[in-house]
């Protein structure tokens, strides 16, 4: 089992950047890769980003050359740097792991907004 729990959300204005963190525990060390989702209202969940335990990182279109995904495996945490944020980056953000099976953050809520 892995448990991830989100941080790191909240209001920012046009323009800001924010920087979102996912905190993993439990068995950890067997995560393959993670990744950073959002949904927004009234919309499907989407990807922004992923990074694989090699360094392999993707990301959405929308996100290229605005948002960083890292990951610091000895703190096994996951951030998602956020620059140049726009009214449609609002959602909530999910941190999600695969290890043997996918597992789910409850989210972090970005506002952006002014």
């Known amino acids: 089992q892995v448990q991830l729990v989100e941080s790191g959300g909240g209001l920012v204005q046009p323009g800001g950047s924010l920087t979102l963190s996912c905190a993993a525990s439990g068995n950890s060390s067997s995560i393959y890769a993670m990744g950073w989702y959002r949904q927004a209202p009234g919309k499907s969940r989407e990807t922004v980003a992923a990074?694989?335990?090699?360094?392999?990182?993707n990301y959405a279109d929308f996100a290229k050359g605005r948002f960083t995904i890292s990951r610091d495996s000895a703190k096994n945490t996951l951030n998602l740097t956020m620059n140049m944020l726009k009214p449609e980056d609002t959602a909530v953000y999910y941190c999600?792991?695969?290890?043997?099976?996918?597992?789910w953050g409850r989210g972090t809520e970005v506002t952006v907004s002014s």
């Open positions: 999600n792991a695969i290890a043997g099976r996918l597992f």
């Open positions: 990074v694989t335990r090699a360094g392999t990182t």
